[in-house]
């Protein structure tokens, strides 16, 4: 028998075994959380790292790991790919929306109203399409991207490695006709080349290629001439440039966004597939190892037995050995080839059996395993499971509709802090040059430079794309029930559900109403509803469906 000490109370008798532990700093603690020798917990003690150090240091191994992943798996594509093209889409950009009410505060002049900001807006968004969209691509330092390219590309390395970063470059040579418009121009840099020289740790200044000043504002960014894995460029990436963070006067030189988990944080948290990073290896070998376990059963299908050892088959057969019991089936297999409508009928050799191998791949618990797995990696990305199995079979339009509602929260809060951090300062630095290159319409009297008021000038709404549709008929429904409550406009339905600018909507309503006029078409029932009252003529009773 174990010997059993007790521990004994004032009165002598033994304490219950939830006092003892409290006393004898045991198990019990006033939260569970804290607990050190519990059986669940007593291998678990993280160390509390500070915001740089725990990301810093191990960035490269994590961003590597993931990077394979989106490369060769699925899943990991697909979670990339589904953020990717609902957050920015194909055609990411601005609808500048100036702040006419900042900018009559500042100069007193009246003249700043939204009249003039529509047009402003529309001016200036017609010389950022010049720009963005030009046939040469001369927005982008290699000359190989569009701006919305660029946005798409800045974009998936925010979240595959953590970071987008940019380099603004004003290249006044590229100008001239036929040529660039516009000396603006935009270098996309691999995050990797973002890094403390001669890759030293982390110092009071340098924290993962961000020099920062005492209050750890980043102040200018250290970047290898080349990339480390270019082999043909191996003298260029053992040489870092400090490049500043902006001019003297404010304009960006160096764009670096990512999302911070926590407070004094300098570079990014290695992208959306971080926290599923093991999971989504342990699916991949899972499905692996059912795959093969599959086909080794497709190919062994059946096999032929004997009852006989080797003994025995040849002293039955006069010393003649197996070999003479191998010629022997053959040439019975050989001789009976009996056949009934074109199908082979098998007869067997005395002493044969077939058996066949039971196909038991993939195994039962198989398929819910997989979407336990998917439903985890899908709340870790902020998507919805449907997105990254593209299997819609088991929903309805209630719980996907429910689940879209759910995912866009994440999507949109995506988005604005992109646009935010990467897209508006490079907006920012076109409209500081369009300001010197244009002729953009501004109020007579007092109006302010642009340095003065460059938050203000540039002020936008970043259009990707919309929510799309589930049920066209009701979603449409709902956003004209919206509009005609004064709930809704037409610029927050035609962006919400389509991803469209509500002015090109009316102007290409307009368009074609005159064209169907024109050719004798009758017109959609809201358009015969407005010509009718042009014409004063009573509404018509629209003919039931």
């Not at 240091?57 to 394979?68: E, G, K, L, S």
């Not at 953590?162 to 040579?173: K, R, V, Y």
């Not at 960014?221 to 404010?250: C, K």
């Not at 307009?510 to 509404?539: C, F, H, S, T, Y």
């Amino acid at each position: 028998m174990e010997n059993q000490v007790s521990i004994l109370g004032p009165s002598g008798a033994p304490l219950t075994p939830s006092r003892a532990r409290m006393l004898t700093g045991g198990s019990r603690t006033p939260y569970d959380a804290a607990d050190l020798y519990g059986d669940h917990v007593a291998d678990w003690q993280p160390y509390l790292w500070s915001p740089d150090g725990e990301l810093n240091m191990y960035r490269d191994r994590i961003v590597a790991r993931v990077r394979d992943l989106v490369r060769n798996d699925g899943w990991a594509s697909a979670a990339v790919t589904r953020t990717l093209d609902t957050v920015v889409g194909a055609n990411f950009h601005p609808v500048f929306k100036p702040d006419y009410q900042a900018l009559r505060a500042y100069s007193g002049n009246k003249g700043f109203d939204h009249v003039w900001a529509e047009e402003y807006g529309q001016s200036l968004e017609a010389n950022w399409r010049t720009w963005a969209d030009d046939l040469g691509r001369y927005c982008d330092a290699q000359r190989n991207l569009t701006l919305p390219e660029i946005m798409a590309v800045a974009f998936r390395h925010e979240l595959v490695d953590g970071d987008s970063l940019a380099q603004m470059l004003w290249l006044p040579e590229r100008v001239g006709r036929g040529r660039a418009r516009y000396a603006t121009t935009v270098m996309l840099v691999d995050p990797d080349r973002l890094s403390n020289p001669q890759l030293r740790f982390d110092q009071q200044t340098q924290r993962g290629g961000v020099q920062v000043d005492s209050y750890g504002a980043a102040t200018g960014y250290f970047i290898r001439r080349a990339h480390q894995g270019d082999w043909f460029s191996a003298g260029d990436s053992i040489h870092w440039d400090l490049i500043p963070r902006e001019t003297e006067w404010g304009r960006p030189i160096i764009v670096h966004n990512f999302t911070p988990d926590r407070a004094g944080q300098h570079r990014g948290g290695a992208g959306i597939l971080t926290p599923v990073l093991q999971r989504l290896k342990m699916l991949i070998k899972y499905d692996g190892t059912e795959l093969d376990a599959a086909i080794i059963n497709a190919i062994f299908g059946a096999y032929i037995t004997s009852p006989f050892d080797q003994n025995f088959v040849e002293e039955s057969l006069g010393g003649g050995g197996v070999g003479a019991y191998q010629e022997g089936r053959a040439d019975f297999h050989r001789e009976r080839r009996i056949r009934l409508g074109g199908a082979q009928l098998t007869s067997l050799y005395p002493g044969e059996i077939i058996s066949t191998v039971a196909a038991s791949r993939p195994a039962g618990n198989f398929e819910a395993f997989e979407a336990a797995m998917l439903r985890n990696i899908a709340a870790g990305t902020g998507t919805s499971t449907q997105q990254i199995s593209q299997n819609w079979s088991d929903v309805n339009y209630s719980s996907y509709r429910a689940a879209m509602l759910e995912a866009w929260k994440t999507f949109y809060r995506r988005r604005v802090n992109f646009a935010r951090g990467f897209s508006q300062p490079i907006a920012g630095a076109f409209v500081e040059e369009s300001h010197e290159v244009d002729d953009l319409p501004m109020p007579s009297g007092h109006v302010p430079d642009f340095i003065e008021c460059r938050t203000a000038y540039s002020r936008a709404k970043w259009m990707g794309p919309g929510k799309g549709y589930v049920d066209p008929t009701k979603e449409k429904a709902g956003a004209i029930m919206g509009m005609d409550a004064g709930l809704s406009t037409l610029e927050d339905e035609c962006a919400d559900l389509a991803g469209s600018d509500w002015r090109e909507v009316m102007d290409r309503q307009a368009v074609e109403i005159n064209r169907m006029k024109q050719l004798g078409i009758p017109l959609p029932a809201w358009a015969a509803r407005v010509e009718a009252k042009k014409a004063g003529d009573p509404p018509q009773e629209p003919e039931p469906a």
